[in-house]
């Protein structure tokens, strides 16, 4: 009989073990759901930086090549089949900033500037602050 007693004492204390393993895994698996949910970072920078990208346009037969350059290294070169680069008009237009609006004019909010415009070659910058 004082067999019978320690197994089922032991039974109980092997259930109440069961439980208490049990709630306990109920918990950590709460607290990682909870933590999965926690917003991420972008993996950006810390602190915002100043960007900009180069863009150069120059005459490839009867249309136009543009060459985008950007600040984190990037370099992008397409074909433009309807501007025809001897159309100055239609190449400033291209970028919104006409000779006659240049002064402040800006792209989204970024300062414009030419850096170079011949009858080969039209090169701007847009140049955009910090959070811009």
């Known amino acids: 009989m004082i067999e019978c007693g320690r197994v ?16 306990v895994c109920l918990v950590l698996v709460a607290a990682l759901a909870w ?12 602190s915002p930086t100043a960007r900009w990208t180069e863009y150069v ?13 950007y600040s984190s290294g990037q370099v992008n070169t397409e074909e433009i089949l309807w501007l025809n680069f001897d ?6 237009n291209y970028f919104g900033c006409t ?13 414009f500037s030419v850096l170079n ?9 847009v140049y955009c602050e910090p959070g811009a």
């Open 8 to 23: 089922a004492k032991e039974a109980v204390r092997n259930k109440h073990t069961a439980i208490a393993i049990f709630v």
């Open 35 to 46: 933590y999965q949910s926690l917003p991420r970072p972008n993996g950006g920078p810390a």
């Open 57 to 69: 346009l120059t005459k490839n037969g009867n249309h136009t090549q543009l060459q985008a350059s």
């Open 87 to 92: 159309n100055r008009t239609a190449v400033y």
């Open 99 to 111: 000779p006659s609006s240049m002064p402040g004019c800006t792209l989204d909010g970024c300062a």
């Open 117 to 125: 415009d011949t009858a080969s070659e039209y090169r701007v910058k």
